[in-house]
């Protein structure tokens, strides 16, 4: 069982820029899967982004490619979310999940555990 806590959410104006950060704890990451997800009011969880533990492949979302980087730290168990360039269409609550074994998925169903979550709001 992995426990995540996110953190770094908040309000920003359009334009600006936010990190988030997932800490993890209970077992190692290494060749799994971490990602990011978010759920705009409303709407769907969504996939943002995802990173291999063991090599430091990243993938994006297309909706945030250019904008976002996603990042990982070994030695403090925690993954990063760089959001620069925000939109008011990036306002969600962004969580970040863990997902068994190394093959990258962008779907809900196939992470394992999630965070409680942290709130985004870009306003215009």
């Known amino acids: 069982q992995v426990h995540l806590v996110e953190s770094g959410g908040g309000l920003v104006q359009a334009g600006g820029s936010l990190r988030l950060s997932c800490a993890a704890s209970?077992?190692?990451?290494?060749?799994?899967?971490m990602g990011w997800f978010r759920q705009p009011p409303g709407k769907e969880r969504e996939f943002v982004a995802a990173?291999?533990?063991?090599?430091?492949?990243?993938f994006y979302a297309d909706s945030v490619k250019g904008r976002f980087t996603i990042s990982r730290d070994g030695a403090r168990n925690t993954m990063y979310l760089q959001m620069n360039s925000l939109k008011p269409e990036d306002t969600a609550v962004y969580y970040c999940a863990f997902k068994r074994g190394p093959v990258v998925r962008s779907t809900v169903a196939e992470y394992n555990s999630w965070g409680q979550g942290t709130q985004v709001t870009v306003s215009s």
């Open positions: 990173v291999s533990w063991g090599d430091g492949s990243t």
């Open positions: 209970g077992r190692t990451l290494s060749y799994n899967i």
